[in-house]
């Protein structure tokens, strides 16, 4: 039975394989990576097959998911290409890449299989994850529903043209609530809160309400308007960090995001 190939045993891959071991796949998984020491990690910690040799890997895989860092795309796409040709799998293989930046374009430059690319969450490994997907025109309607049916068991799913790609990887990704998170409690305590409390409150404070705005059916400008009161604590401390320059911090930390991926595109 053809597998699902992950090339690369990193952390998204280790993500993405909890959270499809967590959903109940049954299609065979198979890692490869060049490191001994991930395969033996995934599997014993998931059971997946490991395979170090990329022609046998190739050979395997109906599905690949090409999961390694954008510096190290080129290369590795420059050793698909032939074994690619070898198995005879170029018009039945479909691709997904994972790597942030580089376009389908060059993908299909490099290997000419039928390509589509797509930003998981590592949130993913707890079935709470979202991921966006994209393709190319002309990409079969069949291969396209396998795609979106492979993410969907990890969370939701957002199919968004390529060009809105890097805006939305500098944006979605779970450390910008982390980060809130940490600063928010790291606030708290310097003002007198002991850590416990301080990060029960950043919390509420930043997830909660928003769990309350996805499950209902209220504006978020409405919502904003009911939690800060005129004259209120809440709407004083917005305000004064709307004064300090909180949201221009914000676009430029996502301009920054958004111009490392497309150094990617360069890779």
Known sequence: MKATVFLGGGRITSALVAGLRRAGYTTPIVVHDR???KLRRLQREFGVGTQAD?????????????????DSVADLLTRLRPLVAEAGAGSTLIACSLA??????????????????????????SGNGLTAVTFPRGFPAGERKQIVQFFRPLGAVLMIPESQFDVFTATYSC??????????????????????????????ALADGIVSWRQGKVPLAKLLEQAATPGGIAATVTAQMRAAGHARIVEHGLRAGVARARRNARC
Do not use: E
């Open 35 to 37: 490191n001994a020491h």
């Open 54 to 70: 990329l022609r046998r890997a190739v050979a395997r895989a109906h599905l690949l998911i090409l999961a390694v860092r954008p």
């Open 100 to 125: 942030a930046g580089i376009p389908l374009a060059r993908l299909r430059l490099r290997l000419p299989v039928a390509w589509a690319r797509a930003m998981p969450s590592p949130a993913c490994a």
């Open 175 to 204: 450390s910008h609530g982390y980060y809130a998170l940490a600063t928010l409690a790291d606030a708290a305590v310097k003002l007198g809160l002991d850590r416990k409390t301080a990060l029960a409150a950043a919390a509420h």
